[in-house]
């Protein structure tokens, strides 16, 4: 659902994006509604990476593919309770 947003921005820069708007064969809401999506799906990216010091652990244990994990827990905790 679309809905109207004013917005305050300076005159000379609103003349040069009408322009370009223009120019590109696009309205200027367009412009402006895929600037701020990319810039909000960007910081969501960046919101999901991993840290550096975190990235060396992924790909160090080859797990097999029909490995059961409940199952494999139960073993474990079973072995350890005979101990």
């Known amino acids: 659902m679309k809905t109207k947003l004013t917005l305050t921005i300076e005159k000379s820069l609103i003349e040069k994006a009408k322009k370009f708007a223009n120019e590109s064969g696009r309205s200027l809401s367009d412009l402006?509604?895929?600037?701020?999506?990319?810039?909000?799906?960007?910081?969501?990216?960046?919101q999901l990476e991993i840290p550096e010091e975190f990235q060396?652990?992924?790909?160090?244990?080859?797990?097999?593919?029909?490995?059961?994990?409940?199952?494999?827990?139960?073993?474990?905790?079973?072995?350890?309770?005979?101990s």
Not at 58 to 82: C, M, S
């Open 32 to 46: 402006v509604e895929n600037y701020l999506e990319k810039e909000v799906k960007e910081s969501e990216n960046k």
């Open 56 to 82: 060396g652990l992924f790909g160090t244990v080859n797990l097999p593919v029909d490995l059961n994990e409940k199952e494999t827990i139960r073993q474990i905790l079973a072995e350890k309770q005979k």
